[in-house]
């Protein structure tokens, strides 16, 4: 086999089962995020308005773009790898909802910050209706930026969806601006979260030690905030390690395209292009509930929460079972008392 047919099997493969197995995982996990989230005691917290939005938007990402590829992969000659309309539509909507669950991460990177400030203005900035105005002004600007990829997107070359010529090295500064960014919002402001956690623990000890006033109480709420900046953490963690990947294969694609180029070095380019752009980004959007449960283990109880009402029995059959229990011993008495 050469090193295209294998290169070319092993994105069969990756595709056909991998992503497919992702693809379930991510919706489940997208809408378990939802429920755990969307609790009461969660709902008035502006972090959770983000941690909501970045579900629904990766949710979104999930549908539209990995459906489509996971479908190629079984149905090489669909009619939808020939339709323009649908290859401007999938490369918009993609783009789109990519774009808003980044910068709902980015926000609630923020936020948590502004949270652990010692600024009280920057502390008072921390509330739900902020949090949802800044997502529905996120949502329009996504929704508007990106109107030029539904202009030029266009099927390129073995109907691959895609751009080309001078709007292609546009589009890769584009890109390469619109994701990085929100990642080095996030690292900043994740660090600067975890620096003012950290300063405010020291503060706090001593002066609880004084005035012994509600301690519990106090600690409580930093267990809280602190699970939360845990959670973001993991998110951010993940966002970095998949994502970085697309900006950097898209400059590179870029210069080198005018490069004179080998049969084999267009297939290691088409493979790695797949792996940043078909693969590691959609991963990203699946993982992102598994990447709480293992970074808190408060978010894991709040997870198991989910599932006890459908594990306990009702008081009905507890009765039931407990009366056949009592039936059964009184026959196994009677037994013994007349052998």
Same mark, same amino acid.
């Given at each position: 086999?050469?090193?295209? @047919?294998?290169?070319? #099997?092993?994105?069969?493969?990756?595709?056909?089962?991998?992503?497919?197995?992702?693809?379930? =995982?991510?919706?489940?996990?997208?809408?378990?995020?939802?429920?755990?989230?969307?609790?009461?005691?969660?709902?008035?917290?502006?972090?959770?308005?983000?941690?909501?939005?970045?579900?629904? #938007?990766?949710?979104?990402?999930?549908?539209?773009?990995?459906?489509?590829?996971?479908?190629?992969?079984?149905?090489?000659?669909?009619?939808?790898?020939?339709?323009?309309?649908?290859?401007?539509?999938?490369?918009?909507?993609?783009?789109?909802?990519?774009?808003?669950?980044?910068?709902?991460?980015?926000?609630?990177?923020?936020?948590?910050?502004?949270?652990?400030?010692?600024?009280?203005? =920057?502390?008072?900035?921390?509330?739900?209706?902020?949090?949802?105005?800044?997502?529905?002004?996120?949502? /329009?600007?996504?929704?508007?930026?990106?109107?030029?990829?539904?202009?030029?997107?266009?099927?390129? @070359?073995? %109907?691959?969806?895609?751009?080309?010529?001078?709007?292609?090295?546009?589009?890769?500064?584009?890109?390469?601006?619109?994701?990085?960014?929100?990642?080095?919002?996030?690292?900043?402001?994740?660090?600067?979260?975890?620096?003012?956690?950290?300063?405010?623990?020291?503060?706090?000890?001593?002066?609880?030690?004084?005035?012994?006033?509600?301690?519990?109480?106090?600690?409580?709420?930093?267990?809280?905030?602190?699970?939360?900046?845990?959670?973001?953490?993991?998110?951010?963690?993940?966002?970095?390690?998949?994502?970085?990947?697309?900006?950097?294969?898209?400059?590179?694609?870029?210069?080198?395209?005018?490069?004179?180029?080998?049969?084999?070095? &267009?297939? /290691?380019?088409?493979?790695?292009?797949?792996?940043?752009?078909?693969?590691?980004?959609?991963?990203? %959007?699946?993982?992102?509930?598994?990447?709480?449960? =293992?970074? %808190?283990?408060?978010?894991?109880?709040?997870?198991?929460?989910?599932?006890?009402?459908?594990?306990?029995?009702?008081?009905?059959?507890?009765?039931?079972?407990?009366? @056949?229990?009592? @039936?059964?011993?009184?026959?196994? &008495?009677?037994?013994?008392?007349?052998?």
């Amino acid at each position: 086999m050469t090193l295209i @047919s294998d290169l070319s #099997f092993i994105q069969n493969i990756l595709t056909r089962y991998v992503l497919t197995v992702c693809y379930a =995982l991510g919706i489940l996990g997208s809408i378990l995020n939802l429920l755990v989230f969307s609790q009461k005691k969660f709902r008035k917290n502006s972090c959770s308005i983000y941690f909501i939005a970045t579900s629904i #938007f990766s949710l979104l990402a999930i549908l539209f773009g990995m459906t489509s590829v996971i479908i190629d992969s079984y149905l090489p000659d669909n009619a939808s790898k020939y339709s323009i309309t649908f290859c401007k539509m999938k490369a918009y909507l993609i783009h789109v909802f990519l774009m808003l669950s980044r910068s709902s991460v980015a926000l609630a990177c923020v936020d948590r910050f502004a949270l652990c400030s010692q600024n009280i203005f =920057l502390r008072n900035l921390c509330q739900r209706r902020i949090a949802l105005i800044l997502i529905l002004v996120i949502c /329009v600007l996504w929704i508007i930026i990106p109107i030029h990829v539904i202009i030029y997107a266009n099927i390129q @070359s073995a %109907s691959r969806c895609g751009t080309a010529g001078v709007y292609q090295i546009v589009y890769s500064i584009y890109t390469t601006i619109a994701t990085s960014a929100p990642l080095i919002i996030m690292i900043i402001f994740s660090i600067w979260a975890i620096q003012n956690i950290h300063q405010s623990q020291i503060r706090t000890r001593p002066a609880s030690r004084i005035r012994n006033a509600h301690p519990d109480s106090a600690l409580r709420i930093k267990r809280r905030d602190i699970q939360l900046v845990k959670v973001l953490i993991s998110e951010v963690v993940f966002y970095v390690l998949s994502t970085i990947w697309f900006p950097l294969t898209t400059i590179y694609l870029t210069i080198t395209a005018d490069i004179s180029k080998t049969a084999d070095r &267009l297939a /290691v380019e088409d493979f790695i292009r797949y792996l940043a752009v078909g693969f590691l980004i959609y991963l990203n %959007s699946c993982s992102m509930f598994y990447a709480h449960i =293992l970074a %808190s283990k408060p978010f894991r109880q709040e997870s198991q929460q989910l599932f006890l009402p459908f594990c306990q029995q009702s008081p009905h059959e507890r009765g039931f079972r407990g009366t @056949s229990i009592i @039936s059964k011993n009184r026959e196994r &008495l009677k037994y013994i008392y007349n052998h």
